[in-house]
Nanobody, 125 residues
Framework: VQLQASGGGLVQAGGSLRLSCAASGRTFSSFTMAWFRQAPGKEREFVAGISGSGVSTYYGDSVKGRFTISRDNAKNTVYLQMNSLKPEDTAVYYC???????????????????WGQGTQVTVSS
């Protein structure tokens, strides 16, 4: 399985970005997917997750109401729409695939076994 994240960049505070994560393999729709982020000197943080069917989503407290996770199983792609961006959202963003087929969305890093390479998001004030 390979995950390829894209869509990062430099944006002013209050702006928007949409991240994409394209996955290889035929079982994409069977797995929960998630976005994490990691700022310099900080631990990797759960941002948002979505079940395989797309019915269930879950968000970290710091992004609720501003970010939206979605997926297109026909395209093997998961998205993260980020609105009302703040300087504290600056980080490298990673997409990840759940370690198991259980639909529960884990917020733990060790709940995921395949990771994309990361895409940098920088929000200027």
């Amino acid at each position: 399985v390979q995950l390829q994240a894209s869509g990062g960049g430099l944006v002013q505070a209050g702006g928007s970005l949409r991240l994409s994560c394209a996955a290889s393999g035929r079982t994409f729709s069977s797995f929960t997917m998630a976005w994490f982020r990691q700022a310099p000197g900080k631990e990797r943080e759960f941002v948002a997750g979505i079940s395989g069917s797309g019915v269930s989503t879950y968000y970290g407290d710091s992004v609720k109401g501003r970010f939206t996770i979605s997926r297109d199983n026909a395209k093997n792609t998961v998205y993260l729409q980020m609105n009302s961006l703040k300087p504290e959202d600056t980080a490298v963003y990673y997409c990840a695939r759940s370690r198991t087929l259980i639909a529960t969305i884990s917020v733990r890093v060790d709940g995921y076994d395949y990771w994309g390479q990361g895409t940098q998001v920088t929000v200027s004030s």
